[in-house]
């Protein structure tokens, strides 16, 4: 397998890759200013790409506490990315939920994982798309849903992480359910495990992540219709669209030498995720 040097490495030597709904309920202006140049030419000049991270994204970002060293798969990409600009590698803790806003606000040049939403896309561009993805749920123990109909009533309560793509997508497709908005994808977890929640709405590979860890929790539900999306990287909005044309030129490249699925790969390999471990009708 390919670690993160060899990650940098090998595309080095090829190249010179919330509270959302809130916020725009508040009517904040969906793109910063850009001033004192514009992001590509910023990370060029300071030599230092910053990226987003999320300290329990596991398996797609995470935070040793301990040693404060991050990993995952979104760490091996964003490392290999900034090795090709020629730049060091920051990454800015954020949330799910805030990468928007800290993206508007200057605070990030990339935030990868993000699924695109009508919402998001008002407020930032996209990248091509990464990976192809699917929405799951966790399904307490004798809770047994086949549909998100099955899920769609007063009865019903599910736990998201308030304002990411899982409480976008549920919000849509479950309206007339009960949806316990939390700060983290941790606290929904355990809103499941204590019984106050039904069920969780989240992407299979935290879902597969979370029940292998803990069995008691239930188990993986792939309500039909399948809800596929994709997980692309965000940018501040701008005039000047180098930075994203760059990342998506360096995401293709990255496609092509099967560098992205590597990455991925290797971070469900490191959470105990093997490819047996995916969800009946879920493509990877």
């Known amino acids: 397998m390919v670690n993160r040097r060899e990650l940098a490495g090998f595309l080095g030597a090829g190249a010179a890759v919330g509270a959302f709904g809130a916020t725009m309920a508040a009517g904040i202006a969906p793109a910063a200013a850009q001033e004192g140049g514009s992001s590509f030419d910023r990370v060029l000049k300071a030599k230092k790409l910053r990226i987003g991270?999320?300290?329990?994204?596991?398996?797609?970002?995470?935070?040793?506490?301990?040693?404060?060293?991050?990993?995952?798969?979104?760490?091996?990409?964003?490392?290999?990315?900034?090795?090709?600009?020629?730049?060091g590698i920051e990454v800015v803790e954020t949330t799910w939920?805030?990468?928007?806003?800290?993206?508007?606000?200057?605070?990030?040049?990339?935030?990868?994982?993000?699924?695109?939403?009508?919402?998001?896309?008002?407020?930032?561009?996209?990248?091509?798309?990464?990976?192809?993805?699917?929405?799951?749920?966790?399904?307490?123990?004798?809770?047994?849903?086949?549909?998100?109909?099955?899920?769609?009533?007063?009865?019903?309560?599910?736990?998201?992480?308030?304002?990411?793509?899982?409480?976008?997508?549920?919000?849509?497709?479950?309206?007339?359910?009960?949806?316990?908005?939390?700060?983290?994808?941790?606290?929904?977890?355990?809103?499941?495990?204590?019984?106050?929640?039904?069920?969780?709405?989240?992407?299979?590979?935290?879902g597969v992540r979370a029940v292998k860890r803990d069995p008691s929790l239930g188990k993986v539900v792939v309500p039909r219709p399948i809800f596929g999306s994709t997980s692309n990287a965000a940018v501040r909005r701008e005039p000047d669209k180098t930075l994203r044309d760059f990342v998506n030129t360096w995401i293709v490249y990255a496609q092509g030498l099967g560098l992205i699925r590597e990455a991925v790969v290797n971070s469900l390999a490191k959470v105990d995720i093997a490819m047996s471990d995916i969800p009946e009708g879920i493509t990877f």
């Open 97 to 206: 939920g805030n990468a928007i806003l800290d993206l508007q606000a200057n605070k990030i040049d990339v935030m990868f994982g993000m699924n695109p939403t009508p919402k998001r896309a008002l407020a930032v561009d996209f990248t091509v798309p990464v990976y192809n993805s699917a929405l799951v749920v966790i399904a307490k123990p004798g809770f047994e849903p086949k549909s998100w109909a099955d899920m769609n009533k007063p009865e019903v309560k599910i736990a998201v992480d308030v304002g990411s793509a899982h409480d976008q997508v549920a919000s849509r497709l479950c309206p007339n359910a009960q949806l316990i908005r939390f700060k983290s994808l941790d606290e929904a977890t355990l809103a499941v495990r204590s019984g106050r929640a039904d069920a969780q709405s989240i992407f299979w590979m935290g």
């Open 53 to 87: 991270g999320v300290a329990t994204g596991a398996p797609w970002i995470m935070k040793d506490q301990t040693t404060g060293q991050w990993s995952g798969q979104f760490w091996d990409i964003g490392s290999a990315l900034a090795a090709d600009m020629d730049v």
